[in-house]
């Protein structure tokens, strides 16, 4: 298990969302990058020094740290897209070998080289945006029911990354909640939602919605 590459965005116009720039186009960058907590979602801070969130109020924040993507599930992909899909193409921070994302659970926690930790906290929402960009008519709908979206992480101790350095992860919460589950549950399954009630990692505003949506008091 490891971090096969480190991707930094590339400020670029965003017609989709009709802002003034996304930082999706995600590309490799050699050399250790810092890692550090960027606070609360609102100023487009993230937690790879070097790169930033434009859309302010959907993405960045605590919560929203780190994206990563397996390179496995770019495979998958690429027969799909007809053309080669290389690491970052997807707006993720890191591109993993070896780790199931997807399989991995709400809180699960991972040392990545000598002392960086991350924790994941929810999947991937895709948007307009990831939309625009991969230049995919109906590829929200289709990315939506492979139900593949990779993990979000926040940084529970800074650190550096670089491509190359072992993943390891060093806990497992008590409960089945995986990135998957919990993705088919926002979107087409909201019958999973009360499942997802056990997963206190998952952020703040995520929880209030289950909570809302179910009927669950705090």
């Given at each position: 298990?490891r971090i096969l590459s480190v991707n930094i965005g590339v400020p670029?116009?965003?017609?989709?969302?009709?802002?003034?720039?996304?930082?999706?186009?995600?590309?490799?960058?050699?050399?250790?990058?810092?890692?550090?907590?960027?606070?609360?979602?609102?100023?487009?801070?993230?937690?790879?020094?070097?790169?930033?969130?434009?859309?302010?109020?959907?993405?960045?924040?605590?919560?929203?740290?780190?994206?990563?993507?397996?390179?496995?599930?770019?495979?998958?992909?690429?027969?799909?897209?007809?053309?080669?899909?290389?690491?970052?193409?997807?707006?993720?921070?890191?591109?993993?070998?070896?780790?199931?994302?997807?399989?991995?659970?709400?809180?699960?926690?991972?040392?990545?080289?000598?002392?960086?930790?991350?924790?994941?906290?929810?999947?991937?929402?895709?948007?307009?945006?990831?939309?625009?960009?991969l230049e995919r008519a109906g590829w929200i709908k289709e990315f939506?029911?492979?139900?593949?979206?990779?993990?979000?992480?926040?940084?529970?101790?800074?650190?550096?990354?670089?491509?190359?350095?072992?993943?390891?992860?060093?806990?497992?919460?008590?409960?089945?909640?995986?990135?998957?589950?919990?993705?088919?549950?926002?979107?087409?399954?909201?019958?999973?939602?009360?499942?997802?009630?056990?997963?206190?990692?998952l952020p703040g505003e995520d929880m209030a919605i289950v909570r809302?949506?179910?009927?669950?008091?705090?």
């Open positions: 298990m670029r116009s965003n017609p989709w969302k009709k802002l003034a720039a996304t930082g999706i186009d995600k590309r490799p960058v050699d050399g250790p990058v810092a890692v550090t907590a960027p606070g609360p979602k609102g100023d487009g801070s993230v937690g790879l020094a070097g790169d930033r969130a434009y859309d302010v109020k959907h993405h960045g924040g605590t919560d929203q740290a780190v994206y990563a993507y397996a390179r496995e599930d770019l495979d998958t992909w690429e027969p799909v897209f007809g053309r080669t899909l290389p690491n970052g193409v997807f707006g993720e921070n890191l591109t993993t070998e070896g780790l199931d994302l997807n399989g991995a659970l709400i809180g699960e926690r991972w040392r990545i080289g000598a002392e960086l930790v991350l924790e994941i906290t929810c999947p991937r929402i895709p948007c307009a945006t990831f939309q625009g960009w939506t029911l492979a139900a593949i979206p990779g993990p979000y992480l926040r940084v529970i101790t800074p650190g550096e990354v670089r491509a190359g350095d072992p993943v390891a992860i060093v806990h497992r919460p008590g409960h089945d909640v995986t990135v998957a589950l919990a993705f088919r549950a926002f979107t087409r399954e909201p019958d999973l939602l009360p499942r997802l009630l056990v997963a206190d990692a809302r949506r179910t009927g669950a008091t705090p």
